[in-house]
């Protein structure tokens, strides 16, 4: 009973001391953190290098486009303020943009996210069931095409796909008797997008791919026979419940680079066409929207607009692949 009443004297001896402390000016919180940044300084000095290219390459310009897509600006003339006229003309004025930009791009990354993922999880999945000679091989072999993209869409894919009897296809169905003269595949608005599909997911397998793999191939061994002895009985129950669990960071990073990916494969109908915009608008999407306004018309604020757009719809599907995939407190 003495202990408890010495401590109860105690806390009521505290109170008034606690209620009279008053929360701290933007002065002395300043002062603070000016002390705690100087008692610091050798670790701020090791992040300098990359806070300023940071601050220089990646903040600026987010703020300077931002700040642009308020205004009216082609690059001769100093920008003049034209408020949310730029996102309300994007959103109702834009016929290109609601009719042809948005349903390719979207048409664009439901196949090519989605499938390019499902892939470079299942290609990683069996190379790293093969021994590690053949396993270094496979993996170079669907990595380089990622590597080699843009050469490659404007020679072997150009090639393949030329509207004449040279091209591969044209001479394969010609001498097959399917058709009976050549299609134009890549100037038409029937077949442009789908080529273009095609040519993403083959080149889609980058660095995600090759992060799902390591992933794959770091997962504990003792896991998958501990599995066996709880009940696990295929194969497809270790992938689900071992696998796929035990290598979220890697999955989460694989899902954000398949969105880069997807995003900013907006060049490929361009490049394989010729032509910006793309025949008939086929194969137009967003970042080639964005070049159409940016570097043809030199409409910046507008392009900056789109940009903008472009950034925000990337920022959202990050953030639910991030509380897709990131670990939760409970686990």
């Known amino acids: 009973m003495t202990d408890n009443a010495t401590a109860l004297s105690k806390k009521t001896n505290e109170t008034p001391a606690k209620l009279g402390k008053t929360k701290p000016g933007i002065s002395e919180r300043m002062n603070f953190l000016m002390k705690e940044m100087w008692r610091y300084r050798l670790s701020y000095l090791f992040i300098l290098p990359f806070m300023a290219m940071f601050i220089i390459f990646i903040l600026i310009p987010v703020i300077s486009g931002i700040l642009l897509s308020f205004t009216y600006f082609n690059a001769f003339d100093f920008p003049s303020w034209r408020g949310w006229l730029n996102y309300q003309n994007l959103f109702s004025q834009d016929i290109i943009f609601l009719q042809y930009v948005l349903p390719n791009s979207f048409k664009f990354a439901v196949f090519v996210g989605p499938v390019g993922y499902i892939l470079a999880f299942l290609l990683a999945w069996l190379i790293a069931q ?197 670990p939760k407190e409970d686990e």
């Open 130 to 326: 093969l021994p590690n000679t053949m396993r270094t091989w496979y993996a170079l072999a669907m990595y380089a095409p990622s590597l080699s993209a843009g050469i490659a869409m404007t020679v072997v894919w150009t090639v393949m796909f030329t509207g004449d009897r040279s091209g591969y296809i044209n001479s394969f169905l010609l001498k097959w008797g399917l058709i009976e003269k050549p299609v134009l595949f890549l100037l038409d608005k029937d077949y442009l997008l789908n080529i273009m599909i095609v040519v993403s997911i083959w080149s889609s397998m980058g660095i995600g791919f090759l992060a799902i793999l390591a992933g794959i191939l770091n997962v504990d061994r003792q896991l998958y026979e501990a599995g066996r002895i709880d009940g696990i009985s295929s194969r497809l129950q270790e992938v689900w419940y071992i696998t796929v669990p035990m290598m979220k960071p890697q999955m989460m990073f694989a899902a954000i680079m398949a969105i880069v990916h997807t995003i900013k494969s907006g060049g490929i109908g361009v490049q394989l066409s010729g032509t910006n915009p793309t025949p008939n608008y086929a194969g137009q999407l967003l970042i080639d929207h964005i070049n159409d306004y940016g570097f043809i018309r030199f409409e910046l604020g507008y392009a900056s607009a789109i940009s903008i757009v472009v950034l925000l719809m990337c920022y959202v599907l990050s953030r639910f692949f991030g509380y897709l995939f990131a």
